[in-house]
């Protein structure tokens, strides 16, 4: 297996809630600052998108408690067991987070956003504009607890 | 800025192409292994879904090349400058790459995928089963640039 990889934020989250929550986040707004060994400019054009792909750390995870095989879905009974990698639960092997924002306003080092499911501090390790060429160019299926669970997250 | 982050790659890229080339990666099929750390049943229920978000480390690019600032993408005249947070080139801080692929079978340990844009030997950090949820919520825009450099791409 490769070795180690070492990054470093290019920014962080401010703003939003406090705590992570587990539903109801589409209303949420908060703010992206770039760190400032970045220029302004490396946002620049990213206000002629729509949505932000936001590559974040779940870094108030605990290790100790990321799974790595398979369990119910927030322990819920009435869903199958399903693999650490058949979920998007946070505590899981390199806790990292992804979620498409839409961009508010971009204003310098700053892009503010609604709808991201990540918690005031949190590292991000990327930004990439949404190019809906790379949606899901082909059906969509997925099972049946995901949709209930996915129900109230936003 | 939070401090550095450490994380290890979960699985690597089997096969597909070996040299990364700019366009058509839409017929591509490549076999993703999970490392032997992980019990098979940590992809249990991942075939339920249609497709996977794969994160990525673009190992192969020289971290001396990664930009920061603002660029053309491709280095394309007629194309404007864009920050490199407003684009999806590899060359960018932390190289993190991020592609929803179709899964074409799930077979213990390993997910055959069509469409991933990584090559042979490419070091993945996450895997994420895709949620029709997660995909923007309100009308997608994006610049022109964007919709031509994606005419060839799959």
Not at 74 to 102: H, M, S, Y
Not at 136 to 143: C, H, L, T
Request: hydrophobic share 40%; aromatic share 8%.
């Amino acid at each position: 297996m490769s070795e180690e990889v070492r990054l470093r934020p290019i920014a962080v989250v401010r703003g939003g809630r406090l705590e992570a929550d587990d539903d109801e986040w589409g209303g949420v707004e908060s703010t992206i600052v770039l760190d400032r060994r970045f220029p302004a400019d490396a946002l620049a054009g990213l206000d002629g998108f729509s949505h932000v792909e936001v590559v974040f750390v779940f870094d108030r995870v605990d290790p100790a408690t990321v799974h790595v095989s398979a369990r119910r879905p927030r322990g819920n009974p009435d869903w199958p067991e399903v693999g650490i990698f058949a979920q998007r639960a946070k505590a899981r092997p390199n806790r990292i987070g992804l979620t498409t924002c839409e961009i508010v306003a971009v204003d310098g080092r700053e892009v503010r956003v609604r709808g991201l499911d990540a918690i005031d501090g949190t590292p991000v390790l990327d930004l990439k504009p949404f190019m809906e060429e790379f949606a899901p160019r082909s059906e969509v299926r997925e099972p049946a607890w995901a949709r209930e669970l996915m129900q109230h997250y936003w």
